[in-house]
């Protein structure tokens, strides 16, 4: 089975701190995902990634970028933390193009708390 | 733009079939995907359509009327533990690495 980890299951930060989200996938998938999850918006892409080194914009990435140094490991930067952050984090991972029923492969989440 | 709606609750009788409708309007149709989440848990993935029909999968079907924009994700003998969130998620775009976007997902309650 695939496995995908996020480093943290519940994070409390301060209101300019600058947060690390890491995520490791097992499976030699290419594509890499960060989403957000609020209630009633459901879940909304941040960035995501096709390949080590490669990274694209979601529906909202404003105040946060991302790294993909390996292909196992992406990871969510929030630059200065803001209380509009706190938020469930999502990583999710899946194999290239060409499979394209290949569904998303998630992490158990990470809820972060910005005070 | 995207648009994926789901009903935002349902609630159900252990043992009795219910069925979760999702509309969608993409610019493309490539896949329609449903997840369930349990509380505190990760969306898991339980079926995929692409071509107009049903597809079922145990006690768990799901069909596609791509004319219409339409989905349901049909749930037979519910029990106790089917009690989760429902999403929806289509892909727009070919071998698009962009992959899905989702619906609000839809909260099922399954009462005893």
């Known amino acids: 089975d695939v496995k995908v980890t996020q480093s943290s299951r519940y994070l409390v930060k301060r209101t300019g701190e600058k947060v690390f989200l890491e995520c490791v996938q097992d499976m030699d998938h290419e594509n890499m995902f960060w989403y957000r999850q609020d209630p009633g918006l459901g879940l909304r892409l941040i960035y995501f990634s096709y390949d080590v080194k490669m990274k694209e914009k979601g529906d909202i990435p404003e105040g946060y970028s991302v790294s993909r140094e390996k292909k196992e490991r992406f990871s969510l930067i929030l630059e200065s933390a803001s209380t509009n952050q706190t938020s469930m984090y999502l990583c999710?991972?899946?194999?290239?193009?060409?499979?394209?029923?290949?569904?998303?492969?998630f992490g158990n989440g990470t809820r972060l708390t910005v005070t | 733009g995207q648009n994926i709606d789901q009903p935002t609750e349902m609630t159900a009788t252990e043992g009795a079939i219910v069925q979760i409708n999702c509309t969608y309007q993409t610019s493309g149709f490539n896949g329609l995907f449903w997840y369930q989440q349990h509380a505190g848990e990760a969306p898991t993935f339980l079926s995929y359509?692409?071509?107009?029909g049903l597809e079922e999968k145990g006690r768990f079907s799901s069909f596609l009327s791509r004319s219409k924009g339409y989905s349901y994700l049909l749930l037979k003998e519910l029990q106790m533990k089917d009690s989760a969130s429902y999403l929806c998620?289509?892909?727009?775009?070919?071998?698009?690495?962009?992959?899905?976007?989702f619906g609000s997902g839809t909260q099922l309650t399954v009462l005893p």
């Open positions: 998620a289509v892909r727009d775009l070919p071998r698009s690495a962009r992959q899905l976007t």
């Open positions: 999710a991972s899946s194999p290239g193009p060409g499979k394209r029923d290949s569904p998303l492969h």
């Open positions: 359509n692409v071509l107009d």
